[in-house]
């Protein structure tokens, strides 16, 4: 069965830096699209960050660009999401997904299948 796990999460200043994980197991996300997802306390999951399945594009939520960077390593079949610069507003629990998608479709978390089961990033001020 295939698995998300996602690593990384802490708690750090505003300013500060993170580096989170999403490992596949269970089957590879070769050609899927990669993405990051947060959901804040009485908020919805709102989208973060895509990678599409070529891995040569990407999209931001306009409030995390220049700040946050999405990659891949098809080794090791693992997504990472570099956060720097980190704001109080940044707070929520990020989640990875793996989905068939392309272009803004990508944005809509209901086209993706796969999720990891969160991982918390408290960012205080």
């Known amino acids: 069965q295939a698995q998300l796990v996602e690593s990384g999460g802490g708690s750090v200043q505003a300013g500060g830096s993170l580096r989170l994980s999403c490992a596949a197991s269970g089957r590879t996300f070769t050609n899927y699209a990669m993405a990051w997802f947060r959901q804040a306390p009485g908020k919805e999951r709102e989208f973060v960050a895509v990678l599409n399945f070529n891995g040569n594009r990407t999209r931001y939520r306009d409030s995390v660009k220049g700040r946050f960077t999405i990659t891949k390593d098809n080794l090791k079949n693992t997504v990472y999401l570099q956060m720097n610069s980190l704001r109080p507003e940044d707070t929520a629990v990020y989640y990875c997904?793996?989905?068939?998608?392309?272009?803004?479709?990508?944005?809509?978390?209901?086209?993706?299948?796969?999720w990891g089961q969160g991982t918390q990033v408290t960012v205080s001020s």
């Open positions: 997904a793996a989905g068939v998608c392309s272009g803004y479709a990508c944005l809509d978390r209901r086209i993706f299948g796969s």
